[in-house]
């Protein structure tokens, strides 16, 4: 079961460079979601997206782009890479909301440093 | 605003004991609740998740408990072990698709 699987794991970039993170499930799940992981301060939503196609900003959107061009895969952005943005990211997968007892699948992080 | 507090932020307990996580959120129109678990360097796994219509939910040794009037939800853990020793988090359904995440209690179970 590969469930919800995220690449590349860890990359160290240099400030103002580009970079996509992808997220990819095999769990034909409706919403996708990406996350950042700072220390104290729990994970925050970034972007997420309630199916494909269609994508929505969450609480913390600056400096990333999103797109959802296939239900199975789910784009993170950095335009423009900022020390700020040095993070684990995480993304998750879920059916839709009316499914009940269904939880939020996770990857297992990409880890981002930008110097 | 919703907001979601895991107090404590760190436990240390022998191995055996049972014990009590708390996770706390000020808006109570909410229409779940998750608890994960996370080990180091790795995402986060589902345990529990409670409907906003239900008051428990039970898996194995784990038990989750729900009152949205007081805003409060407990895990308990019975009988730990040291397998047990996670950060153990705690996630708000609120609003539109979105959850808010609590930071998290980190527990170490001591052989």
């Known amino acids: 079961n590969a469930g919800v699987t995220q690449t590349p794991k860890f990359r160290v970039l240099k400030t103002g460079q580009s970079m996509t993170l992808l997220c990819a499930q095999d769990?034909?799940?409706?919403?996708m979601y990406w996350y950042r992981q700072d220390p104290g301060m729990g994970l925050r939503l970034i972007h997420y997206?309630?199916?494909?196609?269609?994508?929505a900003k969450g609480e913390v959107p600056d400096g990333y782009n999103v797109s959802r061009l296939k239900k199975q895969n789910f784009l993170l952005g950095l335009e423009s890479a900022a020390p700020s943005q040095t993070s684990v990211y995480f993304c998750a997968s879920s059916y839709h909301r009316t499914v009940n007892n269904q939880p939020q699948h996770f990857g297992d992080g990409t880890r981002l440093s930008i110097l | 605003k919703q907001e979601v507090t895991q107090i404590p932020a760190a436990l240390s307990v022998p191995e055996g004991e049972n014990l009590v996580l708390n996770c706390s959120f000020t808006?109570?129109?909410?229409?779940?609740l998750q608890w994960f678990r996370q080990d180091p360097g790795k995402g986060l796994t589902s345990l529990l998740l409670i409907q906003s219509s239900q008051r428990e939910q039970t898996s194995g040794r784990l038990n989750a408990s729900l009152d949205k009037s007081s805003g409060r939800s407990t895990l308990y853990i019975a009988a730990s072990q040291p397998g047990d020793s996670a950060t153990y988090l705690c996630?708000?359904?609120?609003?539109?698709?979105?959850?808010?995440f609590g930071t998290g209690t980190r527990l170490k179970v001591l052989a």
């Open positions: 997206s309630v199916g494909e196609g269609t994508t």
């Open positions: 996630a708000v359904g609120s609003g539109t698709y979105k959850y808010i």
């Open positions: 808006d109570s129109a909410i229409y779940n």
């Open positions: 769990m034909n799940h409706e919403y």
